[in-house]
Structures are given as C-alpha cells and as structure tokens.
C-alpha cells in the first residue's frame, strides 16, 4: 500500500503559500512570496535534498502543477527524479499535459485517491496544493506530514490546517533545528486522539 506524504514549508501561522518566490502565488493578494530563502542553511538543504532523492510519484492539484509544469522540466539537473515521477493531478479543468508521466484526476478525487493508494508503486508526495492538502485531511488520507517550519508569522494566506480536518493523532519519527530556526519534522499518522486528564 502507497502512502500520501504531505511535505511542507508552513510559517508558524499556519501558512504555506508561496514559499519559493515573489510571483509564485500571489492569489488573495498574497505579498510574502519567497518567505523561505532567508532561512535557507546546510540543515534544511541536506533534509530537502534526502526528501527529493526518495523514491516517490507526486500527487499535485492543479495551481501546483501550473506552477511547477513550465519549471521543473527545465531543470531536471537539480531533480532529475521529478522528471521521471508520475504526476498526478487533482484537476476537473486539465486532462492532458506535455509533461509526462501524467494522470490527471477529476471527479470524486478522495475515491480516486484512495485507490491510486492501493496500487503497487512508491509513495506519493504532495507539495503546496493547500486545497487538495485540505480535502485528504478531511478524508483521513494523509499517512505523514513532512514539515519544516518557519519562525514567522505571515497574517494570511493559504493554510495548511482548515475547518474540517478530522481529529488524528500523530507521532514523531524525526526532528532537527536548523541554525536559522527552523524546525524540521516529520509525522505519522498514529491512530486516535487521545485524551485524559492531568
């Protein structure tokens, strides 16, 4: 069985819209683009770099994908396994792209997903792709969060957690700080919320 691995740069807010750069997402009026290259040191590189050279297909929804479609296959020589990875797509509006491999889903994604988890094959990693990251929680699909996170506060934008994500528990499986301040841990998911009193 396949896993969905969430990974993720989240500010300590919350949030986790364009991280990479100015123009990357500037939807809502989203001026903080790029949040993430000041923190950058030979921590969070060397995580980012293990997390990238994993065996993995991606799982995108589409403003994701729109982002990286003109990009990443330019620049294979920084990841050559995305080029390889099969993309699939939360979309109800794209159904074929020239950057292959590519499924592209639409309909009940939660069902389709759930499948695609069933099949043999590497896990899948989720970047970005807030809304399709918010459905799978709602749905108890996410099996880890890969999280590095941010010692700041961005006010808005798009988040990670939002109403509706079900109650689960999770445990730690890694962590490290970074010299910049910057938190990078992973999370599986472990069952129930557990409660009790002091």
Known sequence: MRKVNVLEFVSL???????????ED????FAWGGWIGPHSDPVSSTAI???MNMPFD???GRKTFDIWAPFW???TDIWPAVGTATKYVASNTITSHEWQPSVFLNGDITEKITK??????PDLHLYGSANLVQTLLKHDLVDALWLKIFPITLGGGKRLFADGTIPAAFKVTESTVTSKGVIIVNFERAGAVPTGSL
């Not at 500037?26 to 009026?29: K, N």
């Not at 695609?116 to 094959?121: A, C, D, F, N, T």
């Open 13 to 23: 807010d919350g949030v986790i819209q364009a991280p990479g750069g100015p123009e």
């Open 26 to 29: 500037t939807s809502g009026g």
């Open 49 to 51: 770099r293990k997390q």
């Open 58 to 60: 991606l799982l995108l």
């Open 73 to 75: 296959p330019k620049h």
């Open 116 to 121: 695609i988890k069933q099949q043999e094959g």
